[in-house]
């Protein structure tokens, strides 16, 4: 009924950016009103909420990421986004996308921040 898709991980050097991308397969055309987010995990830590974005655009983050990172969607594409600026190694972990209502995830990317 609905599926994430996460890809645009990769490595990258500290101070570098990257776009993550999540499609979304949803058969009850309800994506535009759905809340998403971006969560984060490294081995053994819990995973960690990075940012969310409401059906109409607002957004919040963590003030890990505040200034740093920016959540985007398109709706007419079912599309979610988490454009990553000035990255720091303690970014690397992978990121799952995630449908709030539900509790759906994408299977994750991994990103890789070298120093």
């Known amino acids: 009924q609905v599926q994430l898709v996460d890809s645009g991980g990769g490595v990258v050097q500290a101070g570098g950016s990257l776009r993550l991308s999540c499609a979304v397969s949803?058969?009850?055309?309800?994506?535009?009103?759905?809340?998403m987010g971006w969560f984060r995990q490294t081995p053994g830590k819990q995973r960690e909420w990075v940012a969310e974005?409401?059906?109409?655009?607002?957004?919040n983050y963590a003030d890990s990421v505040k200034g740093r990172f920016t959540i985007s969607r398109d709706n007419t594409k079912n599309q979610l986004y988490l454009q990553m600026n000035s990255l720091k190694p303690e970014d690397t972990a992978v990121y799952y996308c995630?449908?709030?209502?539900?509790?759906?995830w994408g299977q994750g990317t991994q990103v890789t921040v070298s120093s």
């Open positions: 995630h449908m709030f209502s539900g509790a759906y």
């Open positions: 949803d058969s009850t055309a309800t994506f535009k009103v759905r809340d």
């Open positions: 974005i409401t059906g109409g655009g607002f957004a």
